[in-house]
């Protein structure tokens, strides 16, 4: 089993729709079975999965404390990728959360208040030596910034070769449970997700 989490300390920059999308890609990829798991008080994930009418991917609930131990539980199970969604703070959870990371994805808006926060991130995930990857999120089509800003977050770490564009049907989707994927699997949305999926799958398997 391989566990991939999702963290940023900057809110609103894609964690939980990121978490969900590539949970049904990996799912409809023949990577799963996968397991969710929020660590969000907020619980914005698990609202989503709870709307959702698709069998998977499977939602599982966790105790931090215990969570070494659940994700052997997990593993036992069968379950073959936890996506772990993780709050946006710097908190001794997420601290643990990482701990048990095989990769960590940060997802990043490309302004440059976003860039200028993605240090905080970073410093987090290099005290627990995990490997992280960034992804650029939200990004306009045609604007010079989200090449600029995979320049700035170049010298911090690897960024994914994928970018993620603000897309309507992202956040739509999600309303009634659902991916962009499963709305329009012909979509630019999902077509990005398919790659970003390609490139993390291999990322999560590399020691
Ligand atoms: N690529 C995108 N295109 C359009 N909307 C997006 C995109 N990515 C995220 N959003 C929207 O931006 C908002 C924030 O996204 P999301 O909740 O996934 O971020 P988050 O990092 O999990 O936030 P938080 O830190 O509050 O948990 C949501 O309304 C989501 O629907
Ligand atoms: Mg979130």
Redesign the pocket.
Known sequence: MRTLVLA?Q?????????AGHLAVMAESAGAGPVALIDT?P?G?LSSWWNERKAETPVFASVDIVQLADHLQQLKKAGIKLAII?T??AVTETIRQVLAVADLVLI?TRPSPHDLRAVGSTVALVEAVGKRMVFVI??AAQRAKITGEAAIALSQHGTVAPVT?????D??AS?IDGRTAQEIDPTSRSAGEIVELWKYVATQLHKK
């Open positions: 940023s900057k809110g609103g920059v894609g964690k939980t729709t990121i969000d907020q914005s969604d709050p946006p997802p999120n939200g993620l564009y603000q897309r309507t992202f956040a999600m």
